[in-house]
């Protein structure tokens, strides 16, 4: 029997690290912290064996794909897989930053959405029967898909819109506000917002996938928003703690052995939310 493991992406700090303490306490197997800087990921893993928790460390820095690939060539060779996967790494600019909207919808869409997809395009296929994908989105995400066109909420809420459909579609978003045509062409003014709504998208999809090519190797797959949490990215005035805002992903990672959903929703305090 092969140790199971677990590997959650930039998570050397804030709902990450608190989504990985977890998991030392609750996963049976491996748990991996994975960050792009190596000081600061083994750092993070030094201050949960301070707390007599053991996490690994792995480099993964999900906008190089040649470290994505080396990440789940890694996983697979050790592992055979893996058997919990969360992505959890993404970026966010503060409401006060006056980065050109263009900018900022480039930098955010290629991390939160585009370099996602590209860790769950090479780590899917190595997910392991039986396993949990997790993907951390945000109720932001919901928000800005109902500030969108009716033709664009058609087709995001589709059950056929294809992976390369919205793909082209989130480009076509960063496109758009390039010229500022975004509003024009059906699309909110959130760079964050429209990312998340992006990877919640994306979840849904590969769900309906993972149902009709591996039917039998029981892996559920969901999106979810793990709250408003203080953290560098979200700030000091929101609500919940770190340890809070982990509740939910965790609680998807644990998802019981012949469990058959939640599979391709968006969960919220443990609850699947309307998309």
Request: charged residues 20%; hydrophobic residues 40%; proline residues 4%.
């Amino acid at each position: 029997m092969s140790t199971k493991v677990a590997v959650v992406t930039g998570s050397n700090k804030g709902i990450g690290l608190a989504i990985v303490r977890a998991l030392c306490g609750q996963f049976q197997g491996d748990v991996y912290i994975t960050a792009r800087d190596e000081g600061r990921g083994r750092e993070a893993a030094a201050s949960l064996a301070s707390d007599g928790l053991t996490a690994m460390f792995h480099q993964l820095d999900i906008n190089d794909l040649s470290s994505v690939r080396a990440a789940a060539a890694f996983f697979k060779d050790k592992y055979g897989g893996v058997d919990v996967l969360v992505n959890n790494a993404g970026i966010a600019f503060k409401g006060s930053d006056n980065t050109p909207f263009a900018v900022q919808a480039d930098v955010t869409l290629k991390t939160n959405f585009f370099a996602t997809r590209d860790v769950l395009t090479h780590f899917l296929p190595i997910v392991k029967a039986g396993g949990r994908v997790v993907n951390v989105s945000s109720f932001v995400g919901a928000q800005a898909l109902s500030r969108c066109s009716p033709a664009l909420q058609q087709r995001l809420r589709s059950e056929d819109v294809t992976e390369d459909e919205l793909a082209a579609l989130m480009q076509q978003f960063v496109d758009k506000t390039k010229t500022a045509e975004h509003e024009q062409a059906g699309w909110p003014e959130t760079a964050y917002g429209v990312s998340k709504t992006g990877l919640t998208t994306l979840s849904m999809i590969l769900a309906r996938r993972l149902s009709k090519e591996r039917p039998n190797d029981g892996i559920l797959l969901n999106a979810c928003c793990p709250g408003w949490v203080r953290t560098d990215m979200a700030g000091s005035k929101a609500p919940k703690s770190p340890a809070e805002g982990a509740v939910t992903p965790v609680y998807l990672c644990l998802l019981p052995p012949g469990a058959t959903k939640p599979h391709g929703k968006f969960v919220s305090d443990k609850q699947v939310q309307a998309w």
